[in-house]
């Protein structure tokens, strides 16, 4: 048996604002993350998912480290 919980958020102006950048930050590192994933494929017709995943954390860390930082604010 599944379960699961529904919760409706209802963040002020500036936590919507962040959340927003959040979301849209997470869906520019998943594309950029599958097309080098792409690349490689394509080249070595193999994929290291381990190195893919370190590239895009050492590449974005920063950026989405300070995007949540203003979420806590």
Do not use: C
């Amino acid at each position: 048996m599944k379960r699961w919980v529904t919760v409706k958020l209802q963040p002020s102006k500036e936590h919507e604002k962040a959340l927003f950048e959040l979301a849209q930050a997470t869906a520019i590192i998943w594309n950029r993350l599958n097309y080098e994933r792409l690349k490689q494929f394509k080249e070595f017709g193999k994929i290291d998912f381990g190195t893919t995943e370190k590239e895009a954390y050492y590449s974005f860390k920063n950026w989405v480290g300070g995007l949540i930082t203003s979420l806590n604010a």
